[in-house]
């Protein structure tokens, strides 16, 4: 057996893809691959550019992880996917994944090809590590019960809008609201019950939402609703909307069947909002207000609160 056919047969045994390109670009060669969860013999691109395989976008930025390499002398780590519509044509018997993760680990080699440098590219596939990192993601920022933002996630979503509108002047309206009667409820039927009738209006509320909504629970009861490009009229005909859908409706129990209402809250982002404090206080006065004055009613503070504040 030659020592080069000992290496190369090494080489390709290997689990993850080595490709090694030249500065420009171009593939000058590639070795294994052997647990790459694609079947798919990447030794085809031998010769071939970046451009020619690669959405250009994509070629581009690959290109500057190998010039960077390269001038700075550094090992670079980056982490990229390709999405469905990106990936190459897989053999018939491999099951097109929605996305393909890798860890790119790009190193410069000591070696030319013809007048042009060259780096070593590892292509580590992680797509199960990102799909389980971002499953807990997904499971550390929803409420358990009802599977809607839960109150940390909402808070980071309510602080991000209050940042696009100052840099962008994206304006938009938070909605509060609680579920009237609650303790009844919990205290009459049962604690079950009272998660039954929590999911049962969070499903009523969701279905009349857009989708560039976002809703959450900030604690027992009570939620928040964010409602992208919209002043205090449109969120307070979004808000009746909202209410008079879950009173038309009856949640079905194991016991009985009950009416769900709520009390609503709203106002929009104003000028002198820096944080979440002014906006939610000024929600949650609203919300107060629907519930001191017989429940099941929207209240909008910029109409019918800051007149008797002032």
């Given at each position: 057996m030659s020592e080069s056919y000992r290496y190369y047969t090494i080489l390709d045994s290997l689990p993850d893809h080595i490709f090694i390109f030249s500065e420009s670009g171009r593939y000058?060669?590639?070795?294994?691959?052997?647990?790459?969860?694609?079947?798919?013999?990447?030794?085809?691109?031998?010769?071939?550019?970046?451009?020619?395989?690669?959405?250009?976008?994509?070629?581009?930025?690959?290109?500057?992880?190998?010039?960077?390499?390269?001038?700075?002398?550094?090992?670079?780590?980056?982490?990229?996917?390709?999405e469905e519509e990106q990936m190459i044509e897989l053999p018939a018997h491999v099951p097109k994944p929605m996305q393909i993760w890798f860890e790119g680990i790009i190193k410069p080699l000591p070696l030319l090809e013809g007048e042009e440098r060259t780096v070593i590219w590892t292509a580590k596939n992680i797509t199960q590590q990102q799909m389980l990192e971002q499953r807990l993601k997904i499971l550390s920022e929803m409420d358990t019960l009802t599977e809607v933002h839960n109150r940390r996630s909402f808070s980071s979503l309510l602080s991000q809008s209050i940042k696009e509108y100052g840099i962008h002047g994206v304006t938009f309206s938070l909605i509060l609201f609680d579920i009237d009667k609650f303790k009844w409820v919990n205290d009459t039927l049962g604690h079950p019950a009272g998660d039954d009738v929590i999911k049962y209006a969070v499903k009523v509320i969701q279905q009349e939402l857009h989708f560039t909504d976002v809703i959450g629970r900030l604690g027992g009861e009570e939620f928040g609703i964010i409602l992208r490009d919209s002043n205090h009229d449109k969120a307070f005909k979004v808000a009746e909307k909202l209410r008079i859908r879950l009173a038309e409706t009856m949640c079905e129990l194991e016991t009985c069947s009950v009416r769900v209402t709520i009390s609503l809250g709203v106002t929009q982002i104003m000028p002198n909002d820096s944080s979440m404090r002014h906006l939610i206080s000024r929600a949650d006065k609203a919300m107060y207000y629907s519930k001191m004055h017989g429940r099941n009613q929207t209240c909008c503070y910029e109409t019918q609160l800051q007149v008797r504040e002032a």
């Open positions: 000058v060669d590639v070795f294994g691959g052997a647990e790459n969860e694609t079947g798919f013999d990447c030794k085809d691109f031998i010769g071939r550019h970046l451009h020619d395989i690669l959405p250009g976008e994509m070629a581009d930025e690959f290109l500057g992880y190998i010039n960077r390499a390269l001038s700075e002398n550094t090992t670079q780590r980056v982490k990229y996917k390709f």
